[in-house]
């Protein structure tokens, strides 16, 4: 079983790939490239994908990250694909990402003595 640092260390890096995807672009051409909104959808899986295997114990000491919504946010995307709101999907991308990955970088530091949020010690 891997353990929950590299999880959290996934969201870390799952959101920097999310930041670099979509900088300098605007949500129509978000909406308008296929493969962009694809990039961004796999990375927002793995962010919830990671999100549903951090532990209660480390979820429950957290409170401030929204664990469920993240993990709920990912179960759409992945089995409701042909219904997905874009618009929710770029807000989710431009907006709480960035937000999220400023916690989950704290979260590292704070809890697993991992000075800069890189995963690596």
């Given at each position: 079983?891997?353990?929950?640092t590299?999880?959290?260390?996934?969201?870390?890096?799952?959101?920097?790939?999310?930041?670099?995807?979509?900088?300098?672009?605007?949500?129509?051409?978000?909406?308008?490239?296929?493969?962009?909104?694809?990039?961004?959808?796999?990375?927002?899986?793995?962010?919830?994908?990671?999100?549903?295997?951090?532990?209660?114990?480390l979820?429950?000491?957290h409170?401030?990250?929204?664990?469920?919504?993240?993990?709920?946010?990912?179960?759409?995307?992945?089995?409701?694909?042909?219904?997905?709101?874009?618009?929710?999907?770029?807000?989710?991308?431009?907006?709480?990402?960035?937000?999220?990955r400023?916690?989950?970088?704290?979260?590292?530091?704070?809890?697993?003595s991992?000075?800069?949020?890189?995963?690596?010690?």
């Open positions: 079983m891997r353990h929950e590299l999880y959290l260390n996934d969201i870390v890096e799952a959101a920097d790939h999310i930041a670099e995807f979509i900088a300098g672009t605007n949500f129509q051409a978000f909406q308008e490239s296929e493969m962009l909104r694809s990039a961004v959808v796999q990375k927002l899986g793995v962010i919830g994908e990671a999100a549903g295997r951090i532990s209660a114990n979820t429950d000491r409170p401030e990250v929204p664990w469920p919504q993240i993990v709920a946010f990912r179960n759409i995307l992945i089995h409701a694909y042909f219904s997905i709101d874009w618009d929710v999907v770029w807000r989710a991308a431009a907006n709480r990402c960035p937000v999220l400023g916690q989950i970088a704290a979260i590292l530091a704070a809890e697993l991992v000075p800069d949020g890189s995963g690596m010690e």
